[in-house]
C-alpha cells in the first residue's frame, strides 16, 4: 500500500484537492457484524484483464449463473453443475465460429482475435466489447435473439469499447431491446437488439469510459475523460444536467435501483453519491482504501454500495447515512464485482496469470443484510 503509485490522468489537480477531498469523504466505520460474508473461493472462475482501467468483466444473473471475461471468451460457469461453457468466443483460433455480417451502416468485425474490454449480462443476452470498435452480442438461454451479432460501431483509431449497458424493451417483460455502447471515440451509441442497428448516437466531445441508463430508462448517466459527468435525455441526448465534484477521470457509474441516486466512480480515489433530483452537489464523497474506484454495484434492494479499486480492495459502502463500510481485503487485481439479482451473495472476479479466482460472499445475518433469500449453493 505505501508502495503503489495509484494512476491518474490529471495528476496536479487530484494533488491539489488531496486534502479537501479527504476532509470531504465520509467517515466510516466497519459494520459490527460483515454485511456480507465469505463464503467460498472458486478456482474454476478464470478472469483476464485487457485494458487496465476497464473492470467490468464479471457479470452474476443469477446464484448459480456467472459470467466472466477470460483470454478474449466470454465464459459461463454453472455453480450446479460446475460446467463451463464459452458463450462468446472472439479469439480468432481455428475453431471459433465466423462473426455474423453486420447490420446496415454498420462495418464487419476485423479477420482475428478481438481484445475483450468489457462485458455486459442481462435480459437473456450477453454483450462483449473490444478495442477497435467491436460490439458483439449473443443470445442465453430463452434468449429473444434468434443468432449472435456482430459489428464495428466506429472505425475510429481511438474507438475501444469501454462499457456497455443492455436495456429492456419499453414494453417490460425482461427481454432486451438495446444496448448502449460507451466509446473512447466520444460517443454513447444505442444500437438495437438482435441486430445491432443503430438507434442514435450521442457525441460528448470526451471519451465515454461507462454509461448506464435509468431504470425508468429515461435517463443516460455518462462518466469518461472529463471530471464531470453528464445526463443526456436518452431520446434526444440532450444534456439535462451536469454533476461536478470529482477532480480526475471517472470508470464507473450506477444507479440506485430506485432511480433517483447516482454512483459515479473515479480516478481521484472517491466514489461520489448524487441526488439526481438536486445534481448541484453530491450527497456524500466515499473513500477507497488503496487507488482507484473501477466498478461499482448497487445491491438490488438499495441498501449497499460495492465500490471495486484496481486492485486488493473491495468496500461495500451501507447506504444509510454512509457511516458503516465493510472493507473486504485480499491479494489480485479486481476483474469486476456483481450482485445476484435477489441480493444474497456478491462476487469478486480475481484476475491473476498464477492464481486467477472468484470470490463469493454471502448476505445473512450482518447488519443491514439480514435475510438470505437464495438459500446456500
Known sequence: MKQLDNYVNLR?????????????????TPPARPFYAFARNCRAVRSSIAHFQLRNLLWTPSREDVY??????????????????????????????????????????????????TAAVACGVAAVGGFNGEVIVAPLRAAPLARPAAAR?????????NALDIVPTARGGGAAGAVVAASNDGAVRVLALPTLAPVATFALGWAVNCAVVSPDGTTIAAVGDDPAAALLDARSGARAATLAGHVDYSFAAAWHPAGTLLATGNQDATARVWDVRAPGRSLATLRSALGAVRSLRWSPDGRHLAAAE????VTVHGGDGWARAQRIDFFGEVAGIAFTPCGSRLSIAVADATYSSLLQYDRGGGEGGEGDDGGAA
Not at 13 to 20: C, G, K, L, N
Not at 153 to 161: A, E, M, P
Not at 310 to 313: Q, T, V, Y
Open 68 to 117: 466472466a471475461v477470460h483470454a478474449a471468451r466470454l465464459v459461463h460457469w454453472s455453480g450446479a453443475t460446475r460446467a463451463r461453457t464459452v458463450v462468446v468466443d472472439a479469439s480468432g483460433d481455428p475453431g471459433a465460429p465466423p462473426p455474423p455480417p453486420p447490420p446496415p451502416g454498420l462495418a464487419p468485425l476485423a479477420p482475428g482475435r478481438v481484445q475483450v474490454g
Open 12 to 28: 496536479e489537480a487530484v494533488d491539489a484537492a488531496a486534502p479537501a477531498l479527504a476532509a470531504e469523504a465520509v467517515p466510516s
Open 153 to 161: 460501431v466506429t472505425l475510429s483509431d481511438n474507438g475501444i469499447t
Open 310 to 313: 484496481p486492485a486488493d480492495f
